[in-house]
């Protein structure tokens, strides 16, 4: 399954030199799609319905969970296709995100079997785990995959990515990324959560896209962005919280799902959810 998403990873990496037009249609958020967002769907989408390697596909760009007909396997895949999609025009790195379940895709972060993503750089690069430890891959120049790092563990390291704008920060939140600056923190948000996670995992400290003044459930979708890059910085010694719990704790009741996110070092993870308990009594 994992080398069925690496091989299409290599076609989407070569889709880039096609059209990059809007698509001039929304996703079921309300937010324009790139054409090469609709794209990428198609392609793991056809790809999987002609493989019939999995029976349910959630995809961010589908409003409805698409289930296989006849499927070789019982397993469940929530995709992101193509996470960031909107700095594709200024050439800056994206990503595709996956999770598999062994079932349904409406199941808990911690139940999932394996999580990956790729990320579209200068190098197009394969993280994933299967529970067996988090292992990065480069693609070569004819879509082959060499392991670069083996058993890679979230360091000790000062770097914040916090999205979302300063003047709608919740209480717990301003006091956390006052912490965090005041502790000498180096600001490093792009606006690609794969990217941005990817340095994390490599560099250490925390990824962050709060829930915000009218917006407290945050932006990040459970299902597709959250829980497979939280199963990948989990596995690698880190956590991923909604501000007061481990998000792969959570159930999701719909595949629309969306969650406040704060993921990487343990130290910082912990300190959001002190900061949210001690401002919340
Ligand atoms: O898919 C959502 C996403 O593009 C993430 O990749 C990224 O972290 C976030 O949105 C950026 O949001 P904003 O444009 O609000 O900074
Ligand atoms: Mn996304």
């Not at 070569?14 to 809007?22: A, E, I, P, R, T």
């Not at 007061?244 to 959570?250: F, M, V, W």
């Not at 595949?255 to 070092?265: C, E, K, L, Q, R």
């Amino acid at each position: 399954m994992i080398l069925f998403f690496a091989e299409n990873g290599q076609e989407i990496k070569n889709g880039f030199l096609k059209s990059q037009n809007k698509a001039g249609t929304s996703n079921i958020y309300g937010e324009e799609q790139m054409a090469l967002d609709k794209w990428a769907d198609e392609v793991l989408i056809n790809g999987l319905k002609k493989t019939r390697l999995v029976r349910y596909i959630a995809t961010e760009e589908q409003p409805n969970i698409i289930e296989i007909d006849n499927p070789r396997n019982q397993f469940g895949v929530v995709i992101d296709p193509l996470d960031g999609s909107s700095l594709i025009d200024v050439n800056l790195a994206v990503g595709t995100i996956i999770g598999i379940y062994p079932g349904t895709v409406l199941d808990k972060g911690e139940n999932m079997i394996a999580a990956m993503y790729i990320l579209y750089g200068p190098l197009t690069t394969l993280t994933f785990t299967t529970g067996n430890g988090v292992h990065d891959f480069v693609m070569g120049e004819k879509g082959e995959f060499y392991l670069t790092a083996e058993n890679i563990r979230i360091p000790d390291g000062k770097i914040y990515a916090p999205g979302a704008l300063r003047k709608d920060y919740l209480p717990a939140h301003s006091k956390f990324i006052e912490s965090l600056e005041n502790d000498g923190y180096k600001l490093r948000f792009s606006g690609s959560f794969v990217a941005d996670m990817h340095q994390i995992l490599h560099k250490g400290g925390v990824f962050t896209y709060p829930g915000i003044k009218g917006k407290e459930k945050g932006k990040l979708r459970l299902l597709f962005e959250a829980n497979p890059m939280g199963r990948i910085i989990a596995e690698a010694g880190g956590a991923i919280s909604n501000g007061k719990k481990d998000i792969l704790s959570i159930l999701p009741d719909a595949i629309d799902n969306i969650t406040p996110v704060y993921a990487g070092s343990k130290k910082e993870i912990g300190l959001i959810e002190r900061y949210t308990q001690e401002l919340s009594v």
